[in-house]
């Protein structure tokens, strides 16, 4: 069985300030892929990243970058220098070799960006 | 390119309505999904095709839900009944999966509905 847990529920805060986003999961699976999406208040879920699990390397795409380290089962996700656009809910995702083409998604965490 | 296309893009109805909701997905894809999001139980997978071919339903609620894909570039999914408890954000996805590692899922703009 495959589960994702992000554990915060809501994160408030100020513009400028750097954010990071937790994601931990569970899989029996030796291959496994790791998404995170963003949910801005406009409702669609856009695609940010996708992660293999043979390739640890961490990944940095302008003000956003991804943590990922299988030790601890973990795929974080870091806002640096939050702006008010960043305001949106944010999920994590796995997807296991042996679940088919089926994500697991976790709750979300609704992030947002104070002025 | 065109994304994944839904329509209606809201949709109020009475309970005991049918609904159609509709998904168009990127053209080439070959994985189709459906999803719905509610609160409670936030995203959950409903269906997914393979070349126009449903490979897992086992998220489909019960016998009131359904969903064709008569072909690659469009595919339903039907609530006959609809009672209120079906009012949520159904998301249509698509992907495409010509290697394992090419399956990332790209997600329409949803379909509020919302039945009285």
């Known amino acids: 069985a495959q589960k994702v847990t992000q554990a915060q529920t809501e994160i408030s805060v100020v513009e400028k300030e750097d954010v990071t986003l937790d994601c931990v999961y569970e899989t029996r699976d030796t291959t496994y892929y790791l998404f995170w999406y963003k949910q801005p208040p406009s409702g669609e879920l856009v695609f940010l990243i996708r992660r293999n699990s043979f390739d640890e390397q961490n990944e940095i795409s302008g003000r956003y970058s991804w943590n990922f380290q299988k030790s601890t089962s973990s795929f974080n996700f870091t806002i640096t220098a939050s702006q008010v656009v960043d305001s949106a809910v944010y999920f994590c995702a796995l997807r296991g070799e042996t679940s088919g083409s089926r994500l697991t998604f976790g709750e979300g965490t609704q992030l947002t960006v104070n002025p | 390119d065109a994304g994944v296309i839904q329509s209606p893009r809201h949709e109020v109805t009475e309970m005991g309505q049918e609904v159609t909701l509709r998904c168009k997905p990127i053209?080439?894809?070959?994985?189709l999904f459906w999803y719905r999001q509610t609160m409670m139980r936030g995203l959950e997978l409903l269906i997914y095709f393979n070349n126009n071919v449903p490979i897992d339903d086992s998220g489909m609620p019960e016998d009131r839900f359904s969903a064709k894909m008569p072909n690659a570039s469009f595919s339903t999914l039907k609530i006959q009944p609809s009672e209120p408890r079906d009012s949520a954000v159904y998301f249509c996805?698509?992907?495409?999966?010509?290697?394992?590692?090419?399956?990332?899922?790209?997600f329409g703009p949803g379909t509020r509905l919302t039945v009285l």
């Open positions: 053209s080439g894809h070959d994985y």
């Open positions: 996805a698509s992907s495409f999966q010509l290697a394992v590692d090419t399956d990332t899922q790209y």
